[in-house]
């Protein structure tokens, strides 16, 4: 008996859209050829079974399209991705350090053991996970995207496909072996990362310094071997040319610069097969002759000024250098808003007077009681006679922009003759790493010193100190401020209703304002009122002061969250208003109150009429000496974990600094110099962009993801894996001194594009390093195969929010004897 099969109709529309659908057809068509019907044929000539597959591979690409239409992308690319990668590049840097540590030259050097204190960094870090066995074992890899697959085949296929087990385990094996395997191998291939790198960056000019630095700093000599060879067969094939007179100049300049290039490779390889490589900077400090650098100038170069703060910081003189910091700071910011005062007036604006120099005198006093006053500690030491003439000009004269010049010169004198400080500092390590930054560690120059002898730098500086005058005092809501529109709202027994939100302008940054009534009943019946303003971070910075204090509020207070995106949405505003509403209320509550009686001094703070100072006070919070590392161990946990709270809304800062921090190291360096990064960082992307800069990355995320470049996209994922319609062959492994020229122009092209101004501002010697550590961290296949990983598990939360993939994901890689090792490990350190 034979029954006759119903006719399948097989819908062409995928995604809604023509231009994606029609190359997405052309790539299911190409695959069912290729991985089904060529072995197919031979078993059975019925069509029946090839629809059937068809048809579920269509069901599937919608349901995967209907979702992708659904996610808001904007996060993932701007916030997600960056972190993900940010912290593998943490990870990898915490395992060269502890290979570093190692004795053994040998254990140093092993791929291997690098690979073991990777993924003891990562298990350290997640706790719960660690990709080892999926990243290291193929077997383990299969048996990982078999997993996923058939979850994501539970997902998009209709139950009665996914229950059927034939064809569930028959499309899992070609989605995970045939398609996610082949291009996760080629991905995480370091060869084709180094070609992608150079392709990306094939605008750019060869840089010669670069490609020569390159070949210094190389430890590799297959490196240097590759490219010796290729120089001998540019050096045969130019001898052998017959070239009239005109060309024979540049004939023998091209040989003269590719014998000096190959004699670079030699003595190099030599030096590294020798074992007498020798540290640059060791060699400098003990038999170099180092330039000497002014202190003049060391207090203006961002870069000097960090080294030497260190030193200072290191022999307990810091009050002494940030008092000089904070003075010139507050010069210049004196002079500016003096400036600003006589501008106003002349032109019949109203601003006052009074206001301007209480600021100033706040400002002044606040510099004296932090470090002159006798309550200052540690104080810095200036004879008595200065510091009471300094403190009658502040109480009984208007504070001018010279009032701390005297004792200023007296701190300069004593930093520059003290052998505790400058004379010191230029016979310490810090110094000779301070000239490599610098890159004048093998160049002495100039002329000139401070005390006469030695060579010195006479460069102009690139950066200068200007602390702005918030820099200095907490102050009360800018009077300069553009309120465009405000809220009122009220509060009873503190708080009662805060109304609308009101957007500001401040110097082209824009933010909410809240404004709050705030009602006191007192014991006599009387009502005391006045109004406070609020914005969004102040309500957040006091919302983590009270739950790190007051530990039983943390699951009961819930503060609104932040919004990267729209977050001056009129709709938003509104939300965000009644959600804060709710949260003082829960908080004011009676039964809150008599629960936690101790938080009533942190509620009348923040409700009081005063600008409200986040962190650690009015003036203290914001000169040099008190700027706190983060509570996190930066080593155990994810990067976001650590970013700034007031960067959060601003895309680009939040991923340059997130890139910066990890590429350059800057978390561990001096906090001082990561703020003034950032400052810099901000000026940078206001002058480039102004207040376009979050628009433009919102517009380019969408145009990402548009139709027209998912299209794109698709055509060039059929054009790879099946030029002019034909299965691409596996192609063959490169040879080896292919590969290693391609590395070594991977690394020439990285470190060519990095400006001159970064250099300027966190240092040569640093970029250098970081750009041949991020170099570094793709060289190794399994840990490249992390990051893909990583990226895809990222996508797939993102891609179904609903559904708990984080925890599929951490029972999969708990499975680890690395995870089992650290558990047992943290439970006897417990136990202790």
Not at 209 to 220: H, V
Not at 296 to 310: C, G, K, T, W, Y
Not at 357 to 368: D, I, M, P, Q
Request: charged share 30%; net charge neutral; proline share 4%.
């Amino acid at each position: 008996m034979k029954s006759e099969s119903k006719p399948i109709k097989i819908d062409r529309r995928l995604t809604g859209s023509s231009i994606i659908d029609e190359p997405l057809q052309q790539v299911i068509q190409f695959a069912l050829r290729d991985y089904i019907q060529y072995w197919y044929y031979t078993l059975s000539d019925d069509e029946t079974f090839l629809l059937e597959i068809r048809q579920t591979v269509q069901n599937a690409l919608v349901q995967f399209s209907t979702r992708s239409k659904e996610v808001d992308w904007q996060p993932y690319f701007t916030t997600r991705l960056v972190d993900d990668f940010a912290t593998h590049l943490r990870v990898f840097r915490k395992a060269q350090e502890r290979l570093n540590e190692r004795e053994d030259p040998k254990q140093r050097d092993d791929p291997e053991e690098l690979l073991d204190s990777f993924f003891e960094a990562e298990v350290e870090m997640e706790r719960n996970i660690c990709r080892d066995m999926v990243c290291m074992s193929r077997k383990d890899e299969e048996g990982y995207l078999r997993d996923l697959c058939e979850v994501l085949l539970y997902l998009l296929l209709p139950s009665g496909d996914f229950h059927n087990k034939n064809m569930r385990y028959f499309l899992r094996e070609v989605l995970a072996r045939g398609v996610l395997l082949p291009l996760i191998n080629q991905l995480s291939d370091p060869d084709y990362i180094n070609q992608f790198v150079i392709w990306m960056i094939r605008d750019s000019s060869c840089n010669y310094e670069a490609f020569m630095n390159i070949l210094k700093l190389t430890d590799k000599p297959p490196e240097l071997e590759a490219v010796k060879d290729r120089v001998l067969e540019e050096l045969q094939h130019l001898r052998s040319l017959d070239t009239g007179a005109d060309d024979i100049n540049i004939i023998k300049n091209q040989i003269n610069s590719l014998l000096f290039v190959k004699k670079v490779c030699e003595t190099r390889i030599q030096r590294l097969q020798s074992g007498k490589e020798v540290d640059a900077l060791k060699l400098a400090a003990n038999f170099g002759k180092l330039c000497v650098i002014p202190l003049e100038h060391i207090l203006v170069h961002n870069i000097a000024l960090q080294f030497f703060m260190d030193y200072m910081q290191h022999m307990g003189g810091q009050a002494v250098l940030f008092f000089w910091l904070t003075v010139e700071g507050y010069r210049v910011t004196a002079q500016q808003q003096l400036e600003v005062l006589q501008s106003s007036q002349r032109d019949g604006k109203k601003q006052s007077s009074q206001t301007t120099k209480g600021l100033l005198r706040a400002a002044a006093v606040g510099v004296y009681d932090q470090y002159l006053s006798e309550k200052a500690s540690p104080r810095v030491e200036v004879d008595e006679a200065s510091v009471s003439r300094l403190a009658q000009k502040l109480s009984k004269e208007d504070p001018t922009p010279e009032i701390f010049d005297e004792i200023q010169r007296k701190v300069y004198d004593m930093m520059l003759k003290d052998e505790r400080y400058y004379p010191s500092f230029r016979q310490h390590p810090l110094y000779v790493r301070m000239l490599a930054e610098l890159d004048m560690l093998k160049e002495p120059s100039f002329r000139g010193s401070d005390d006469g002898d030695g060579e010195s730098f006479n460069g102009s500086p690139t950066g200068s100190i200007n602390l702005s005058l918030d820099d200095l005092i907490s102050g009360s809501v800018d009077e300069s401020a553009q309120l465009h529109a405000f809220i009122s709202d009220t509060v009873d027994a503190f708080l009662n209703q805060l109304p609308m939100a009101g957007v500001c302008n401040d110097h082209g940054k824009t933010y909410a304002l809240y404004t709050v009534t705030v009602v006191r009943k007192n014991s006599d019946g009387s009502e005391d009122i006045w109004k406070t303003y609020r914005r969004y971070s102040d309500f957040h910075d006091f919302h983590m002061r009270i739950t790190e204090q007051f530990e039983s509020l943390g699951p009961i207070l819930k503060l609104p969250g932040k919004k990267t995106f729209n977050n001056m949405d009129r709709e938003f505003l509104e939300k965000r208003k009644k959600d804060l509403n709710s949260y003082l209320q829960l908080l004011l509550n009676p039964e809150m109150v008599k629960a936690c009686p101790m938080l009533i001094p942190y509620v009348y703070d923040f409700l009081e009429n005063k600008a409200y100072s986040k962190g650690k006070g009015d003036f203290a919070r914001k000169v040099p000496p008190l700027i706190q590392k983060s509570d996190i161990d930066p080593e155990h946990c994810r990067v976001s974990a650590q970013l700034d709270d007031n960067v959060d809304d601003n895309i680009p800062l939040r991923v340059m600094l997130l890139l910066m921090d990890e590429v350059f190291d800057l978390k561990e360096r001096n906090q001082w110099l990561r703020r003034n990064i950032k400052n810099l960082l901000q000026q940078l992307i206001k002058a480039t962009y102004g207040d376009t800069i979050n628009r433009k990355i919102v517009d380019h995320v969408e145009y990402m993801t548009s139709p027209e470049q998912v299209s794109d996209y698709v055509k060039r994922f059929r054009d790879s894996y099946w030029p002019n319609g034909i299965l691409a062959e596996t192609p063959p492994r490169r040879d080896k001194s292919l590969r290693m020229r391609t590395r070594v122009a991977a690394k020439t092209t990285l470190l060519g594009i990095m400006p001159d101004e970064l250099k300027h501002i966190i240092g040569a010697d640093t970029t250098r390093k970081g750009i041949l550590r991020v170099f570094d961290m793709f060289q190794h296949q399994s840990l490249n195969r992390r990051l893909v990983y990583v990226f895809l598990e990222g996508f797939l939360e993102t891609l179904f929010p609903q559904y708990k993939f984080s925890d599929l994901f951490v029972k999969l890689h708990s499975r680890s004897p690395r995870v089992l090792k650290y558990s047992l490990k943290s439970r006897s350190l417990h136990k202790r």
